[in-house]
């Protein structure tokens, strides 16, 4: 049967594949262990997590996209932290499974994320492999989370993680700064690719917003050599967020022009420079 790719980028730090689709990261201090994200819930991330560690884990979500917070119904009792402004998204995505299911059987998008990544993402896996990791019965449409805002450190023991809100790919994204491996864990604030969703009559503000958020992070650079990324990679060079930094100068100030393109499962109007490819304007 298909496991999770598990790479240890640092000491007792590792990045746990789910299968290639999106990454977690578990971080380990002397008491605690923070897992940063959950990926879809395809396959079994929580006997991973115990291969691991055994010490007490919280779970810390960059943002409230499903690829990204579904398999947290594989730690119950587990204390889970989001930021407040991605309170909707749990909500936006079970509307998305009725319109492309008909149903709230999370299990439904699962499998559609599946079909339409895979084959892009990880083209020597087979598909019907990844179709049966999936849940056969219907997984909790909604979790309980506690809030974490912009500064709030988490003391593992001897190893702090910190929360750096960075507003953008949705509302309530973060990052999540850890000193001890020098590693920005970026969820989708900083991938290969990053997508901003079309917005009506093209309204830059959230190229404005995903400035802010570059320069924000590159303003800390000297705390952090790397990225551990939510996809398409497992770290990237920290220089990855000044190309976004002066990607989006140049969309705004109009010395970058973009073009539409389709190209897998992204359509919309692209942008590239150095390592970043900013989707701007992206209609899927």
């Known amino acids: 049967m298909l496991k999770h790719e598990v790479t240890q980028i640092a000491p007792h730090t590792w990045c746990i594949s789910e299968f290639r689709l999106v990454n977690a990261f578990l971080v380990e201090g002397r008491d605690k262990a923070a897992l940063i994200d959950t990926g879809c819930g395809i396959g079994d991330l929580a006997q991973i997590v115990r291969e691991l ?7 810390l979500l960059t943002h409230g ?13 587990c204390p889970v932290y989001q930021h407040p402004a991605d309170a909707h998204q749990q909500e936006q995505t079970m509307k998305t499974v009725e319109k492309l299911t008909g149903t709230r059987d999370e299990n439904k998008l699962r499998a559609y994320y599946i079909t339409s990544r895979a084959p892009i993402r990880c083209p020597d896996l087979d598909v019907n492999e990844l179709l ?16 974490m ?3 709030t450190e988490f003391d593992l023991g001897g190893r702090i993680l910190r929360v750096i809100h960075t507003p953008g790919h949705t509302d309530g994204e973060v990052c999540i700064l850890d000193k001890t491996s020098r ?17 009506p009559n093209n309204d830059p503000s959230l190229i404005r917003t995903c400035r802010q958020t570059m320069a924000k992070l590159w303003a800390l650079e000297a705390d952090y050599d790397k990225l551990g990324v939510g996809h398409d990679a497992v770290t990237i060079d920290k220089q990855i967020i000044k190309d976004y930094l002066d990607l989006t100068t140049g969309l705004l100030d109009g010395s970058i022009v ?10 919309g109007d692209v942008a590239r420079l150095g390592m970043a490819e900013l989707w701007y304007q992206c209609d899927a």
Not at 53 to 59: E, F, G, N, Q
């Open 65 to 77: 996209h499903f690829d990204h917070n579904g398999g947290i119904f594989q730690f119950p009792g």
């Open 53 to 59: 560690t055994d010490k007490p884990l919280m779970v």
């Open 258 to 267: 973009g073009n539409y393109e389709e190209v897998g499962f992204r359509k």
């Open 149 to 151: 805002e912009d500064g």
């Open 183 to 199: 590693t920005l864990f970026s969820g989708d604030t900083a991938n290969v690719g990053i997508i901003l969703m079309r917005q």
């Open 132 to 147: 049966s990791l999936v849940p056969t019965e219907m997984t909790p449409e909604d979790y309980h989370w506690l809030p």
